[in-house]
Every structure is written in C-alpha cells, then in structure tokens.
C-alpha cells in the first residue's frame, strides 16, 4: 500500500504521540531496551578486547631467520625471501638489513655498556628475514616451508629460530578462547532474559492501547495504518536505547580508562581510547539489534488485536 | 490513496445514492442486507441460529430483545468482527466472508457503528476524536476539516468542539460517537444499545437524532431493549429470543 506523505507524517505523530502519553510505560520500555542494549555491548566490547589481545599475543610469534656470514649477497637473501613468501601459511617476510638491526639494537632495553661497542663501524649484527605467519599454531609448518624455499642452503644451522615459548604462548590463546565462548554464552543468556522483558513490557505498552486499536479498527483503518504508530514506537525504543547506552559506555570508559590497564599493557592504546576506537561500530551493532527488535516485538505483540 | 483502492472501493459496495427524505421502501428491489441461515457459535454457547433476515435501503430497524439473544452477534457479523459458523451475510450482494483482508478496513468505512459505551479516545477533544476517524484512513487535512466541521454541526456540537469526552455529558458523547460514525458518510448505521447508559431526557435527544439520519436516507439498525423507544418510533421491530428471530413486524411494538 502506498502512502501520502501526508500520511506517513501522521502516523509518526500518532507514534510520538503514544509514546508521550504513556511516557512512564515507554520509559521503562526505553529502559529495559537500554539495558539490553549495554549488555550486549559489554559482552561485544569484551570480546574485541579478547580478540584483539589474542591476536596481539598471537602475531608476536613470528620466525626468524638469522644470517651470520656476511659474506651472502643481500640480492640472494631477498630472492630467498620471495620464495618464501610464496608458500603457504606466510603472511609477510621482512628483510632486516645490518643498518637495521643496529637501529633495533639501539633500541634494545639493555645495559648501555653493553650496547655501546656496537656501532656503524664495527656492527657484528645479523641481518635477519622475518616471517610472519597467518596461523601462529602452523609454526613446525612454516619452519619446514622455509627448509624447503632454502633451496640455495643459505641458511645455516641453529640459525633459524622462533619462539620457545610457544608452548606457554597457545595456553594463553587457548584461555582467551574459552573466555570468549564463556562470554558469548553469557551475552546469549542474558541477551534472551533481556528481550523477554523488553517483550513483555512492550506488550504492556500496546495492551494500554488495545480500544484505540479497537477504535482505529471500527472506523475502517487499514491494518497498516493502524501498526505504522507501533512500528514508529519501537523504532523510537532503539534509537533512544542506542543513545543512552553509547552515552553510558563512553562515559563508563572514559572514566575506568585509568584503571583498566589490559589494552595498554597488549595494545599500547588505553581502555577509553580502545572503546573510542570502536565506538561506531558499537552504535551500529546497537541500532540495528536496538530497532529490529523494538520494531519486531511491537509488531508481534499486536498482532493478536489486528485479526478481524 | 491509490486508484487501486479506490477501484476496490466500489466494487466492494455499490449501495446506490441515498434515499430521499420521503423516499418510500422499495420491497421489490434487492435487500442491502441479508442474513442467510446464519449461525454464530461461539465455544459451549450458540448465539446465533439459523437466522434469516433482510434489511432494505432506507429502513429503520430495531432490533430487540433481551441481553444475550444475540442482537449483538448480529452487529458483529455486520461489521467482520465475527465471521458466521454457518450461512452467509450478504450487504449489497456481496457475500462478507469473500471480502479479502484488505478490503475489510474499506467496507467498514461504508458503515458506522455507535455502541453502548461510546468508545470514544478520552486523551482527545470532540473535534479530535472525530477528525480521526478519518485521519486513520488517508483523508487530507483539508477534508478532514471540512467534514469534521459539518458532522458536527449535524449532531449540533459545533461548539463543544474544543472539550474532552469526560466533560461532556452522556447524551452529548454518545453524539459525539454518532458523528464519528457519520463522518464517512455510511449507507448504513448500526447502533447497539445506544441510549443504555443514558437517562431518558439524552435517550430521546439521541433517538431524534439517530431518526433525522433516517430521515436523510441513511439504513439503520438500532439493537435495544428499551421498550419506550421502539413503541414511540414506530418501525420495523425484529424480535430476538434465545438466537432466533421470533417476530418481524412493521410498524411495530415490543411484545415478548
């Protein structure tokens, strides 16, 4: 059914309308939708953060590939490079040169007596290849496609290593995956208690209503009409949940940013900044949960008082 | 609105132009409404049986009879909020259970329904609560002052426009509830019980008013159990007893 502009315009009305008449029932509504909202947003919240940690951890377990005689040519060492980048598993391949490697050593956090004989002149350093890989649990994988890339037997003993750690490394993934499961299960769990109250307070809102439906009915309003002031009302539901919650957020962040030391410490951004950075896609993840389900739980919750 | 609906809009009633003031009944022509051996049960409770019934253009029906005989389901089977068990309600020969969803809205345009407890929005003023009506079906602002202004005047409260329902008394809100009947202009009124909750001084203002739309060629069909309104107005009495109509005279009295 098409309609005039006219009339769009005066069921938003009705929509707004409504929802100032019943300001205590749409309030609650408003309400309960927010903490639906804040706490599918904390769960998504956390598992960027345990995800992004994760990774974080994850991509620090990388492969390299020292070369102790100097005598090998850089050209050799960069074609050795692009043979390895063309196996599988590998993300990158940096080529460190000596020039480089003074620099990171330079940078080193070690005694500074320690540091000092090494300088342009005399720079006992390796040059290095990093690898980077795409699945950190593939690092046997990646050591032996780099046996097979080193068809020119460039790279000598002991020469390539990688983190011995590993071990402790995939412990710590492993954990952070069973906290985000945990977590997804709980953002489950409480996202359906959640959305049974927003259900039922909405029902509440529309049952409030039921002889202006009835009204509307009687003197021959089209059954669209008659939901448009509903679906205008739980659209109102998400939008105003959404602002509230991101409010709450930022806010919440902003001020636990000090204290709240796990993204500083992995990566190198504070908690309050780290919320910034995702905060779009936060809004988004909550206008779109926020309106459909405002939206759809209004129009299931009348459904019963448009059946002729 | 679209053509669409409008094209749907008159197929769905063709009830012809409206009766003059003194336009005699027409026997011989179709009935506008027709009831064919309905039945209405409702779960352990049958309201409705076997009944037969044809109501012309331009007639004054009362239908009477005690609570819970089922002049109510009737007016439910008149205006789709039932849908008979068995039999078939005709108005302008067209059968209402073939009426698709979408047309339902638009026929119920076509009649205007008055009940015994007005049904009117208590948020709204009198001038609202008619101009609704047709708000809700797409009218412009334009027409709906027009013709919110008129039926207004029609049931002379033009100038408690302004007032809510609850400022009002009982006689002046039930006309308020005429008016938002009449603002689609229907060929037929249906009223059930409309002067029950009023005393008799606001029982005959609405009794006079319900006739003068009579009078302008508008079908209608009062469900009471007032005796004195049906002896004094003096037409059509369609009696009902348990489900069944027991009598239908002319002209008639309520005899039990």
């Known amino acids: 059914m098409s309609y005039k502009l006219e009339t769009v315009l005066r069921i938003v009305k009705l929509g707004l309308n409504n929802f100032w008449r019943n300001r205590w029932l749409t309030l609650g509504a408003t309400l309960l939708m927010t903490l639906t909202l804040t706490m599918i947003s904390v769960f998504l919240l956390f598992s960027f953060i345990v995800r992004d940690t994760a990774e974080a951890i994850r991509s620090k377990i990388d492969v390299t590939i020292y070369f102790t005689d100097d005598a090998v040519a850089d050209e050799k060492i960069m074609a050795l490079a692009d043979r390895i980048k063309s196996q599988p598993n590998i993300q990158e391949v940096i080529f460190v040169n000596k020039k480089q490697a003074l620099e990171i050593w330079q940078r080193l956090p070690i005694n500074e007596d320690v540091k000092k004989p090494v300088s342009d002149s005399y720079n006992p350093l390796p040059r290095s290849l990093q690898v980077d890989t795409t699945d950190p649990d593939e690092i046997q994988g990646v050591v032996s496609s780099i046996e097979i890339a080193d068809t020119e037997k460039l790279i000598c003993n002991e020469c390539v290593s990688y983190v011995k750690n590993k071990d402790a490394v995939n412990k710590l993934v492993s954990i952070t995956r069973l906290v985000q499961r945990v977590g997804l299960f709980l953002s489950i769990f409480f996202g359906i208690i959640a959305i049974f109250n927003v259900l039922n307070i909405i029902r509440i809102t529309i049952s409030a209503r039921s002889d202006e439906i009835e009204i509307m009915r009687y003197v021959g309003a089209s059954n669209a009409f008659v939901r448009g002031p509903f679906v205008v009302e739980g659209v109102l539901y998400g939008v105003l949940g959404t602002i509230i919650t991101t409010l709450f957020i930022v806010l919440v962040s902003q001020i636990a940013s000090g204290y709240i030391s796990i993204t500083a410490d992995v990566l190198n951004l504070s908690f309050g900044a780290y919320v910034l950075h995702y905060i779009w896609q936060i809004i988004g993840f909550q206008l779109l949960i926020g309106v459909i389900l405002g939206v759809v739980v209004s129009v299931i919750s009348m459904r019963r008082y448009l059946r002729a | 609105m679209t053509t669409?609906?409008?094209?749907?809009?008159?197929?769905?009633?063709?009830?012809?132009?409206?009766?003059?003031?003194?336009?005699?009944?027409?026997?011989?022509?179709?009935?506008?409404?027709?009831?064919?051996k309905v039945t209405m049960q409702y779960p352990g409770r049958l309201a409705v049986r076997e009944v037969d019934l044809e109501i012309r253009e331009g007639e004054f029906v009362c239908?009477?009879?005690?609570?819970?005989?089922?002049?109510?389901?009737?007016?439910?089977?008149?205006?789709?909020?039932?849908?008979?068990?068995?039999?078939?309600?005709?108005?302008?020969?067209?059968?209402?259970?073939?009426?698709?969803?979408?047309?339902?809205?638009?026929?119920?345009?076509?009649?205007?329904?008055?009940?015994?407890?007005?049904?009117?929005?208590?948020?709204?003023?009198?001038?609202?609560?008619?101009?609704?009506?047709?708000?809700?079906?797409?009218?412009?602002?334009?027409?709906?002052?027009?013709?919110?202004?008129?039926?207004?005047?029609?049931?002379?409260?033009?100038?408690?426009?302004?007032?809510?329902?609850?400022?009002?008394?009982?006689?002046?809100?039930?006309?308020?509830?005429?008016?938002?009947?009449?603002?689609?202009?229907?060929?037929?009124?249906?009223?059930?019980?409309?002067t029950g909750n009023l005393d008799p001084v606001n029982t005959w203002e609405i009794i006079e008013l319900l006739y003068r739309i009579h009078q302008k060629g508008t079908t209608i069909i009062l469900a009471t159990h007032n005796r004195q309104v049906v002896d004094r107005i003096q037409k059509r009495v369609v009696l009902m007893k348990s489900g069944k109509i027991v009598s239908d005279q002319h002209g008639g009295k309520y005899v039990i």
């Not at chain 2, 669409?4 to 022509?29: F, H, M, V, W, Y």
């Not at chain 2, 809205?105 to 101009?131: C, H, M, S």
């Open chain 2, 63 to 194: 239908l009477v009879g005690q609570s819970g005989v089922g002049k109510t389901t009737l007016i439910k089977l008149l205006t789709i909020q039932e849908t008979p068990t068995t039999g078939e309600v005709y108005v302008a020969g067209r059968n209402l259970a073939d009426l698709r969803s979408k047309e339902v809205p638009l026929y119920r345009r076509k009649i205007g329904v008055v009940f015994q407890d007005f049904k009117l929005l208590p948020q709204k003023t009198v001038w609202e609560n008619v101009a609704f009506a047709m708000e809700v079906c797409g009218f412009s602002n334009a027409e709906i002052a027009k013709r919110t202004e008129k039926v207004l005047d029609l049931v002379n409260l033009g100038r408690r426009a302004k007032n809510y329902p609850h400022e009002l008394s009982g006689g002046e809100r039930q006309r308020v509830a005429i008016a938002r009947a009449l603002v689609h202009s229907p060929k037929i009124l249906i009223a059930d019980e409309p």
């Open chain 2, 4 to 36: 669409d609906i409008q094209k749907a809009d008159q197929e769905i009633l063709r009830i012809g132009a409206p009766a003059k003031s003194e336009r005699k009944i027409n026997t011989s022509s179709k009935p506008l409404i027709e009831f064919k």
